[in-house]
C-alpha cells in the first residue's frame, strides 16, 4: 500500500523530444505529489509538484498530468535538453510530510 | 538564502562502529526529514523531526535515532553499523506550514567495510 512505481527504469530522447515518466501509487491517502530531479553526487531537487484536485499543472517545460481515478500521475518534459539528463524520481505523501514515499528512479539521457 | 547543508560529504565506517551524520536546515524551516539512498534506489524515509521531537518514523530499526535542536539543525545517529547501510544519506528541511515541501541537501555517503 505505500509503494510507489515508476516506469521506464531508464530513457533516451533525442533533443527537443517529449520525455515521459509515468508512476502509480496504491495509498487513496496520498494528497501531494512531487517530482524530484537528481544529478550525480547531489540530493534531489524539487522539481514540480501537484495535488489531486486538480488534473495537470505546468511550470515552464515541465508538466504533470494527474489521474486520480487511475491512481496515476505522469512528467511530460518538452524539449527535452542535454542538461536535462538526470535521474527523476516521482514520490507521494501525506501533506504533513510523514513517510514520503520516493519511485525506484528513472535516468533520462537527452542526446544532443 | 542558505540552503540545506550536511556533514561531512564522505565516511568510511566499519561494521559494529556508530556514526553521527549532521545536518543545517534551509533559514525559516523548522522541520527536518532523513533519508537512506542505496546506490540506484530512490530515498528512503527514516523519520522526521519537529520541534525537536520525532514526528513520524519509516521502516528503520532502533539503532537509527535522531535529534534536532532549538536551531533547528539535526543529526542522524546510527549505531552496530551493518554493511547493508552503506548508503547515501539525505537530510531535507522544510516549513511548518508546508511540510510536505522538502529541501534537499547534498548527503552524506557513507561507506561500511
Known amino acids: 500500500q505505500q509503494q510507489v512505481k515508476q516506469s521506464p527504469q531508464s530513457l533516451i530522447v533525442q533533443k527537443g523530444g517529449i520525455s515521459i515518466i509515468n508512476c502509480a501509487y496504491e495509498?487513496?491517502?496520498?494528497?501531494?505529489f512531487p517530482w524530484y530531479q537528481q544529478f550525480p553526487g547531489k540530493g534531489p531537487a524539487l522539481l514540480i509538484a501537484?495535488?489531486?484536485?486538480?488534473s495537470e499543472k505546468k511550470e515552464g517545460r515541465f508538466t504533470i498530468s494527474f489521474n486520480k481515478s487511475a491512481k496515476q500521475f505522469s512528467l511530460h518534459i518538452m524539449d527535452s535538453q542535454p542538461g536535462d539528463s538526470a535521474t527523476y524520481f516521482c514520490?507521494?505523501?501525506?501533506?504533513?510530510?510523514?513517510?514520503?514515499?520516493f519511485g525506484p528512479g528513472t535516468r533520462l539521457s537527452v542526446l544532443p | 538564502e542558505t540552503g540545506v547543508t550536511q556533514s561531512p560529504t564522505h565516511l568510511i565506517k566499519t561494521r559494529g562502529q556508530q556514526v553521527t551524520l549532521r545536518c543545517s536546515s534551509q533559514?525559516?524551516?523548522?522541520?527536518v526529514s532523513w533519508y537512506q539512498q542505496a546506490l540506484g534506489q530512490g530515498p528512503q524515509f527514516i523519520f522526521q523531526?519537529?520541534?525537536?521531537?520525532?514526528?513520524g518514523r519509516g521502516n528503520f530499526p532502533p539503532r537509527f535515532s535522531g535529534l534536532q535542536f532549538p536551531n533547528y539543525s539535526s543529526e542522524l545517529n546510527v549505531n552496530a553499523l551493518e554493511l547493508d547501510d552503506s548508503a547515501l544519506y539525505l537530510c531535507?528541511?522544510?516549513?511548518?506550514?508546508?511540510?510536505?515541501?522538502?529541501?534537499f541537501g547534498p548527503g552524506t555517503r557513507l561507506l561500511v567495510l
Open positions: 533559514s525559516g524551516h523548522n522541520t
Open positions: 495509498n487513496t491517502a496520498f494528497d501531494y
Open positions: 523531526y519537529y520541534r525537536e521531537e520525532e514526528n
Open positions: 531535507a528541511s522544510s516549513p511548518y506550514q508546508t511540510q510536505e515541501t522538502q529541501y
Open positions: 514520490a507521494a505523501s501525506r501533506r504533513s510530510g510523514q513517510n514520503f514515499v
Open positions: 501537484i495535488r489531486p484536485d486538480v
